[in-house]
């Protein structure tokens, strides 16, 4: 999903806003006829599938939940794609062609610790107590509140966010393949519109699992050729040294990740490793991965505790790997790209970008490197990904956005008691509202490019504390309604006093960020740990000075206060320690070997 | 899944082959014919064997996931 923030670099949030001023420069790929048959294909079977699936969403179980029949293994690559958004896969390969490996940080202590934690340690509480939604958690361990607050505010970002979406999609495909903006944004909503108003959670998984199928298949292929013709990765770091002892790329270590953490002043990005530890891998992190709806609702779907358990280990695993496809053909552009005219070929920001220039964007990297390898059909085959990865994201956004409407807004406030079918039809009309919305969104964005850094901003203000209420909610039985609700209005608005604070006085980083060299990608991950720790901080002092609930209302929701079910014996290679021990050791391996 | 609906690897066992063969075939005509697109180590001819790949494994799933097996 684009602009969450795990995956959001400041390129990024630039890269459409920038791109839109390449819209008149000719496009970077064409397609033969086998690429637009490859694309046709996956829009047909993308509505086979919504039409296939329309038989098995029809109480408000199957239509929200997926009947809650999901594998561990469709769960986990469901719940890991719900992240694999087209756009944060061509900014984080630009990140890594500007600042290194060190935007692998996002992909490994930005997202493994937490998914691991959600998995073993949070998903039997979501589970056991049979919730919808995580603002259908705030509303049993906390009351109607906290959950009011949380379900709004998440229903209004999803649908602002799948606008965002479908329009970085639209600009994308005009740059890279010269297509109409208005084609792009009715093709995308329409097919979206009717997979998942048809088929529900259920279509919208099974199209996520499509869609990291196909981003696979079509981007695993750019790294590989790219190692052959760089020599491999000795070969690489050869060239790439080479190419900075000659000045054509900016002096820095691009293969480490650690090394150059201990002072904002020594790695390009501006960040200190507290930053990016406590920062990024916690704050940001374990707000996103562990209550951002959009993510726990895949895992929600399993079909018993082991696979919901489950499902973030599998999951932790393709997240590890995903830098391969998506840094690494960064990397690899700083010493095979080159102009028609053999030279080796500097990509720029997305600001130096105009008509005319000739130049390309560091966002630009991936596109570029798939049309340097794919012959006709893998080109094809690379850009259905990128599709699929855009529909995947707002078909996620919108299929979050129908079931919190439906259960934590519309339900308990508008209409109580009505039959189930009700629910489903409300459901559906949500979806197509949802989508509607979101094209309203795609053109308002279009019109005031400027905005989108507002919407990134908003939806980072309500993750981070509302980390800090489930958690307190979740560890501490002495938590109570008041301080529930408290903790999170003040935790929101800590957010955004500080970033507030920055915009008006940007020389205010230094007080948020602890140094006056933080840059700004350092500011997201401090504002993100001081709400945190206030959301924290309110909901103890206030819980403490209010009258807690009885410990037999807290059953299910509270650790101490429930009774975690017993799960069969199983073979140990189906056991979710095993494979969180493997896990640990895989993700403390390649922190270690990229030092 | 449960059984007596079509699996969603069964959905990826259909278009991974039916990619696979298109990719495939391509790649088969620049070998045979010479007529290589102009894409960078077109000489390692990769739609052949990444198609290829990708047609094997969907028929894989087309006969591992095909409904109305018990998987």
Redesign the interface.
């Known amino acids: 999903m684009f602009g969450l923030l795990p995956d959001l670099p400041a390129a990024v949030s630039a890269s459409v806003k920038g791109m839109a001023f390449a819209l008149s420069a000719p496009s970077l790929a064409h397609l033969s006829g086998?690429d637009i048959?490859?694309i046709a294909?996956?829009f047909v079977?993308v509505i086979?599938?919504g039409f296939?699936l329309k038989g098995?969403a029809n109480t408000s179980e199957e239509f929200f939940m997926a009947g809650r029949?999901m594998?561990a293994w469709?769960a986990g690559l469901s719940f890991v794609s719900a992240n694999l958004g087209s756009l944060e896969l061509m900014g984080w390969a630009g990140s890594a062609y500007q600042y290194g490996i060190l935007a692998a940080h996002w992909y490994w202590v930005g997202a493994i610790p937490a998914m691991l934690f959600l998995g073993i340690v949070m998903m039997p509480f979501y589970y056991v107590c049979k919730t919808h939604s995580v603002p259908g958690y705030l509303k049993l361990r906390y009351g109607q509140g906290a959950s009011f607050v949380a379900a709004v505010s998440f229903a209004f970002m999803t649908v602002l966010m799948s606008g965002v979406n479908m329009f970085a999609m639209a600009v994308v495909m005009k740059v890279v393949l010269g297509w109409d903006l208005n084609f792009s944004i009715i093709v995308s909503s329409l097919a979206v519109a009717a997979y998942v108003a048809l088929g529900g959670l259920r279509s919208a998984?099974?199209n996520e699992?499509?869609q990291f199928?196909?981003i696979w298949?079509g981007a695993l292929?750019v790294p590989i050729?790219g190692l052959?013709?760089a020599g491999g990765w000795s070969g690489f770091k050869a060239k790439l040294a080479a190419n900075i002892a000659k000045g054509a790329i900016p002096s820095g270590d691009y293969t480490h990740m650690w090394r150059s953490m201990g002072h904002f002043t020594d790695n390009p990005m501006g960040i200190h490793w507290t930053g990016i530890v406590f920062g990024l891998g916690f704050a940001i992190s374990f707000g996103y991965w562990t209550t951002d709806f959009l993510v726990v609702q895949r895992v929600l779907a399993a079909n018993n505790l082991r696979s919901a358990r489950m499902a973030p280990v599998i999951g932790s695993f393709f997240k590890m790997a995903v830098p391969f496809i998506v840094i690494l053909p960064g990397l690899l552009g700083l010493v095979?790209l080159q102009n028609p005219d053999g030279s080796l070929m500097h990509l720029v920001p997305q600001n130096l970008v105009t008509p005319g220039s000739g130049l390309h964007s560091y966002n630009e990297v991936l596109p570029l490197m798939l049309?340097?390898?794919?012959?006709?059909?893998?080109l094809g085959?690379g850009i259905t990904a990128l599709i699929a990865g855009f529909m995947s994201g707002m078909a996620g956004n919108v299929s979050a956005f129908s079931a919190v409407w439906t259960y934590d807004i519309y339900q308990p406030l508008i209409v109580k008691n009505a039959k189930d079918e009700h629910y489903v039809a409300v459901g559906r009309w949500a979806t197509i509202l949802g989508v509607v919305v979101s094209i309203g969104t795609a053109y308002l964005v279009m019109s005031m490019a400027g905005i989108m850094d507002y919407v990134q901003a908003l939806f980072s203000f309500f993750i981070s504390p509302l980390l800090g209420v489930v958690l307190v909610g979740m560890f501490w039985k002495r938590a109570t309604k008041e301080g529930g609700f408290w903790g999170l209005l003040l935790g929101t608005l800590t957010s955004i006093g500080l970033w507030a604070w920055v915009k008006v006085d940007p020389s205010a980083l230094r007080y948020v960020a602890i140094s006056p060299d933080a840059k700004d990608m350092a500011e997201n991950m401090y504002r993100a740990l001081w709400s945190v720790i206030v959301s924290m901080g309110v909901n103890v002092i206030v819980s403490l000075f209010t009258t807690p609930r009885p410990l037999a209302e807290l059953s299910g929701v509270v650790y101490g206060a429930t009774k975690i079910p017993e799960e069969e014996p199983v073979p140990f290679y189906k056991n979710e320690f095993f494979w969180l021990v493997i896990a640990i050791i895989v993700f403390v391996a390649l922190n270690v070997y990229f030092w | 899944?449960?059984s007596g609906?079509?699996s969603?690897w069964f959905?990826?066992g259909?278009?991974?082959t039916?990619?696979g063969a298109?990719?495939t075939a391509?790649?088969l005509y620049?070998l045979f014919t010479g007529t290589?697109?102009n894409?960078?180590?077109?000489n390692?001819h990769?739609?052949v064997w990444?198609?290829g790949l990708?047609f094997l494994l969907g028929l894989f799933y087309l006969v591992k996931f095909r409904p109305g097996r018990e998987s």
């Not at chain 1, 049309?371 to 893998?378: D, K």
């Not at chain 2, 894409?39 to 077109?42: D, G, I, K, N």
């Open positions: 086998l048959a490859v294909i996956y079977m086979w599938i296939y098995q029949e594998t469709i998984i099974f699992v499509l199928m196909l298949g292929l050729l052959i013709e095979v049309v340097r390898y794919c012959s006709p059909g893998l085959l | 899944m449960h609906h079509i969603i959905f990826i259909v278009l991974l039916i990619y298109l990719i391509y790649g620049e290589v697109a894409v960078v180590l077109a390692l990769a739609p990444w198609g990708m």
